[in-house]
């Protein structure tokens, strides 16, 4: 269970890195809302991450 948890966490971290960087090059929206869905998505990514290496399978 967790280690499904932590891969959700991963995607949607990547999900939001990309957003942000797209956003960013293409210059569509607020800076602010870029600089919290690269730092959302930078932490979900690693906290992801994190879930899935230290959780060992049963």
């Known amino acids: ?5 932590g891969g959700i ?11 942000g960087a797209y956003s960013f090059v293409q210059h569509t ?4 809302s870029v600089i919290v ?3 959302v998505g930078i ?4 906290s992801g991450i994190s879930l899935v290496r230290t959780t060992k399978d049963v």
């Open 1 to 5: 269970m967790k280690r499904a948890f």
């Open 43 to 46: 932490i979900f990514f690693f």
């Open 9 to 19: 966490l991963t995607l949607l971290g990547i999900i939001g890195i990309i957003y």
């Open 37 to 39: 869905a690269v730092i």
């Open 29 to 32: 929206g607020e800076s602010r």
